[in-house]
């Protein structure tokens, strides 16, 4: 499940507990915010912010898919925000559950990988 409203996120999260409970053995999760600086060629510059336009949903479903099918978990709960971000700002959210620790950690770092290209 995608979502750019946070609190559909959190209550996504609590039902899936409820859906899968038994079935998964860990939640593995991220949470990513702007920062006040970007790292470009090993320097740090300044941020002013980020614009996230509306089409990331597309991507995003196509890379949940992809972790969901190469890394066998269970689920993924996914929240990003659009639109300009300012510095502090929350950017995504990612709830993946899993039956191991070690599957659901590389679905995780894959859909960062991956939704990182589109930021």
Not at 40 to 56: Q, R
Not at 89 to 107: Q, T
Request: aromatic fraction near 14%; proline fraction near 1%; glycine fraction near 6%.
């Amino acid at each position: 499940m995608i979502t750019n409203y946070f609190e559909e996120f959190n209550n996504m999260v609590e039902e899936y507990i409820e859906k899968y409970k038994g079935k998964f053995g860990c939640i593995v999760s991220f949470n990513g915010f702007v920062r006040e600086y970007d790292v470009i060629d090993g320097k740090k510059i300044p941020s002013k912010g980020m614009k996230i336009d509306n089409n990331i949903f597309e991507k995003l479903e196509v890379i949940v898919n992809e972790a969901k099918n190469k890394f066998d978990v269970i689920d993924i709960v996914l929240y990003h925000n659009t639109g300009f971000l300012n510095i502090g700002d929350r950017v995504m959210s990612i709830a993946v559950f899993a039956r191991h620790r070690d599957e659901g950690f590389k679905a995780l770092e894959y859909i960062i990988k991956e939704a990182k290209k589109y930021h």
